[in-house]
């Protein structure tokens, strides 16, 4: 026996607004999916917009200034005529940028390479487990938290004429201050700066190194290899991914020293230990030539964005090989 037919099992007539939403072209509907993504650009803005102001602007105001006659009166009268190469071309002409360049570069290339080295054999040896590894490593990060400004000063007080590190040396047959002298001068801000940025190799490497394969280790054991052939065949590239961006990250961060040499020395004695953001910041703060000083900056600035773009480039390859 068949049930009978009920009533109002057909679909409810639509109304008037359902029947203009309908009808719309589907480009003009205001879909969830498209206002979850309105809703994501807006949560963007105040990020773009920081960006944009603490950022964007002070980097195209640094541009405009390296072509134009920007001095005190300036922000007097607005007036910075324009001068087009003629501020780089100053610069160049500078007896001390050489040196700056030349110190600039000896800075990053020893700084970068003895950090590589010492964060490597310092992370594979808190990645081996014994009492006190994880209180130890975690000691490591203390240069690397403080204040930049507060750890200069406190070098500086330390490497003075009176300072305790020399006077403890003093039985050693060492006298003045390393940082008063022109010939050791920059080795010591060499070595101050390792001190500095050594932790972040150690962290980058160390969380490296637990990614290695342990059973390659063993197969490579048994098979005849030994510590210095598995490190170099297996250890290094497992972790050459962060490496590469650990030194490329430490290259862009040399090469734009300044608060360690500025505190430290001043770039001196004798410009030793002059580079190009110290150069940078002499013409702009106490020369008052704030167009030259911009110029040094935009090329630290081009040189710096090489290697970023590298860093970039880098960091891309690794997501499509992944």
Do not use: C
């Amino acid at each position: 026996m068949s049930r009978p037919a009920t009533r109002g099992t057909g679909p409810a007539p639509l109304s008037d607004d359902r029947k203009e939403a309908e009808t719309r072209p589907r480009k003009w509907r205001f879909t969830t999916e498209r206002r979850e993504r309105w809703g994501y650009l807006l949560f963007l803005v105040p990020a773009f917009a920081y960006i944009v102001l603490f950022f964007g602007y002070p980097l195209a105001k640094n541009v405009w200034m390296g072509f134009v006659d920007f001095r005190t009166a300036t922000f007097v009268t607005g007036e910075a005529p324009w001068v087009g190469l003629a501020n780089y071309a100053a610069v160049l002409a500078t007896p001390v940028l050489p040196i700056a360049t030349v110190n600039t570069l000896v800075i990053t290339l020893a700084t970068v390479a003895i950090q590589v080295v010492l964060g490597l054999l310092i992370a594979s040896f808190f990645n081996q487990r014994f009492v006190g590894s994880r209180f130890y490593s975690s000691a490591m990060l203390l240069p690397w938290l403080l204040p930049l400004v507060t750890t200069a000063a406190v070098w500086k007080w330390l490497l003075r004429e009176d300072g305790p590190l020399i006077v403890a040396l003093a039985p050693l047959g060492v006298s003045g201050s390393p940082l008063a002298n022109p010939d050791t001068a920059l080795a010591v801000l060499i070595g101050v700066n390792i001190w500095l940025g050594l932790p972040f190799f150690v962290i980058i490497l160390g969380a490296a190194l637990q990614s290695v394969p342990v059973d390659q280790l063993e197969a490579a054991s048994l098979d005849g290899a030994g510590r210095f052939g598995r490190f170099w065949h297996i250890v290094i590239p497992s972790i050459r991914p962060q490496l590469t961006v650990a030194i490329t990250l430490s290259i862009i961060y040399t090469l734009k020293v300044l608060e360690l040499p500025l505190i430290l020395t001043g770039g001196g004695p004798a410009n030793a230990t002059q580079t190009l953001g110290t150069v940078a910041y002499n013409l702009s703060f106490q020369q008052f030539e704030f167009g030259q000083g911009a110029a040094v900056g935009n090329i630290l600035m081009l040189v710096t964005l090489v290697f970023a773009i590298v860093y970039v480039y880098l960091g891309a390859r690794k997501e499509e090989t992944e």
